[in-house]
């Protein structure tokens, strides 16, 4: 891999009560390099660029800003290279709930083609197993914040498996040895050097590396300010230095040595943040100058120089191919995996049931044996109010199906594991639909009949469907409004926000017939107020009241007073739900329309979610 005049530039927001316009900063300057199959070092102080050169090559940048050429094998880049290469995160990004052996399976699955027989993949997951030394762990769980699983070191060697499932000629890793000690992060260099010498190019960014660990790399890129300090053989490095006339003293790492010259030595610690910035930055451009004039620079310009020249004569012969498994395959694995997530969180699904059943018992026992008479109109319409909003507020759970596996999402759709498509609808399938459906089907077999509702097959199923259809909705809801946040806590507002207002114009906190006109069209966007109406006109309708009232209070239903309800009927009309077909139909219809307009709307989001860095 070559790189020819990188230049990177970003813009810098500014505050959002402020005036001032956004300011343009260059984060990588003129950068050129050849990096071959070897251990390859990116090195250099905080904030330098170092992950943003790692980046770039690895076509994982956004482009807006990016200038210069990168070169595989002195051919452009590939449509689908970073398909075709591996890249190993600083977080690591593997499923905690599933084991190390399942990881890598899924990885298998999604990575390799059809055309390997599922005996062939496994044979490859073993061997990686092997290579990697976790065959000991291959059968643990990787471990959550809820669940001990295996070691940092563990970890880390897993996601570095999940690259090689395919055997990449180029494997980038951003600061492999972040979170491990010294032995661990020894131990992983160690398995890259090992690596190395099989043929692959093995690219990385790393901060501060103990000696053991130094003395393994075969080429050094030394970045400053983001600019080119030194870029060529690891081990020419305190020679080019002494040149310059920087001497590393006896014991002294070279990695510390070489970080000290760049941050102007220990003269630079008690000076002020401004002084110390104006001066890395003089002492990076004075650095970069001499490198550009030793003879290492111009070596290494003939070398891209060259390749150029036979760029031009060459024609890429990738084809774009961005997916190795087709679509029902894709949706088939990530479904099975996001089972296993489920039933591996028990805090999430199991907990939700339990509280889910618990409710139901309380509020079977509140509500229990309603009457035909005053008291039950009010028991029946507080206990339907209460499925509905329930459902409404439960739904809040689903703020998390995105956010909290946002990072595993964007690191396998830019690795080629999946479609967007594939992994949004298993996540629909195999985690909202089951949460969703449980808690409905739970509430209605506990409640209905403790409760006393109209005790006939067809108005019990169609109370279980219709709680369903509002959870269904609500739950679609909070996925268009949280999809693509990074936290649920402004998520959680503004959901909260939502369903205060749909609550209000449910029907039951105020009668929507006395509300102002430039109010009232609120009520179509109202949630439970379908499914409330839905559930009264499918109790309500032919319930009479009036025998048991005339017995306690001698009212005759031939000339009622207007505050005698005497029919189901009459409590419908007073709250304005017509009693045509239509009236209740257009409760579904208005459900269903919502539900696909905000699943639409999530996917878009999804779809469209910045998934470069």
């Known amino acids: 891999m070559t790189f020819h005049n990188v230049c990177y530039k970003t813009k810098i927001k500014s505050n959002f009560f402020s005036f001032r316009k956004d300011v343009e900063k260059e984060i990588l300057k003129n950068l050129s390099g050849v990096l071959k199959p070897g251990l390859n070092a990116i090195l250099g102080p905080t904030g330098c660029g170092k992950s943003s050169l790692l980046d770039i090559l690895a076509t994982r940048k956004d482009p807006k800003g990016l200038t210069g050429e990168i070169l595989i094998n002195g051919a452009p880049q590939p449509p689908h290279f970073k398909c075709m290469s591996g890249y190993v995160v600083q977080e690591d990004v593997v499923m905690g709930t599933l084991t190390v052996k399942e990881n890598l399976q899924f990885s298998a699955a999604l990575r390799l083609p059809l055309s390997m027989s599922n005996k062939e993949k496994q044979a490859r997951v073993d061997q990686i197993i092997m290579e990697l030394d976790l065959l000991k762990v291959a059968d643990s769980k990787v471990g959550t914040q809820f669940i001990r699983g295996v070691s940092g070191g563990e970890k880390k060697r897993t996601s570095i498996g999940l690259e090689l499932i395919t055997h990449p000629t180029i494997l980038f890793l951003d600061e492999p040895t972040t979170g491990l000690d010294a032995s661990t992060a020894n131990a992983v260099l160690m398995l890259l050097k090992r690596m190395s010498e099989q043929g692959k190019t093995i690219i990385f960014s790393i901060h501060q590396p103990r000696y053991s660990i130094f003395k393994l790399f075969d080429t050094l890129t030394l970045l400053a300010a983001g600019r080119l300090v030194y870029h060529g053989p690891a081990e020419n490095t305190l020679e080019y230095f002494r040149n310059l006339g920087y001497v590393c003293e006896p014991y002294n790492n070279p990695a510390d040595f070489v970080l000290d010259i760049i941050n102007g030595d220990s003269t630079a610690v008690s000076m002020s ?255 439970p107020r379908y499914g409330l109406n839905a559930l009264q006109i499918n109790e309500f309708t032919g319930l009479k009241f009036c025998d048991e009232a005339r017995t306690r209070a001698n009212i005759t239903c031939i000339a009622p007073s207007p505050f005698t309800i005497c029919t189901g009927e009459e409590y419908l009309k007073l709250q304005g739900i017509s009693l045509t077909a239509w009236g209740m139909w257009q409760n579904y219809v208005a459900l269903l329309f919502m539900f696909i307009v905000f699943l639409t709307i999530a996917y878009l989001k999804l779809r469209f979610l910045k998934k470069h860095t």
């Open 273 to 527: 943040k401004t002084e110390l910035d104006s001066i890395n930055g003089a002492i990076a451009t004075t650095l970069a100058e001499q490198f550009s004039k030793a003879h290492q620079f111009r070596k290494m310009k003939a070398e891209l120089e060259q390749l150029s020249l036979e760029n031009q004569k060459k024609k890429t012969v990738y084809k774009a191919i961005p997916y190795t498994t087709p679509f029902f395959h894709q949706l088939k694995w990530v479904s099975k995996r996001t089972f296993k997530n489920l039933i591996g969180n028990p805090q999430n699904s199991t907990a939700q049931i339990c509280i889910t059943t618990v409710l139901g018992l309380i509020v079977g026992a509140i509500f229990s044996g309603v009457k035909n008479d005053a008291s039950g109109i009010q028991n029946r319409v507080g206990a339907l109010f209460f499925l509905t909003t329930n459902q409404c507020l439960n739904s809040i759970t689903t703020v998390e199906l995105f956010i909290t596996e946002k990072k595993i999402f964007i690191h396998e759709y830019i690795s080629g594991y999946y479609r967007v498509s594939a992994y949004f609808f298993s996540k629909i399938v195999a985690d909202m639909i089951p949460m969703r459906t449980l808690p409905g089907i739970i509430l209605t077999c506990l409640d209905y009949f403790t409760i006393g509702f109209k005790p006939t097959a067809a108005a019990f199923f169609i109370m279980m469907i219709t709680i369903i259809l509002v959870s269904y909705t609500a739950s679609s809801m909070s996925l268009a409004i949280a999809t693509g946040h990074d936290v649920t806590s402004v998520a959680n507002l503004l959901i909260n926000i939502c369903f205060v207002f749909m609550i209000i114009f449910s029907g039951l906190l105020v009668n929507l017939t006395t509300i102002s006109s430039w109010l009232i069209w609120l009520k179509y966007f109202s949630i």
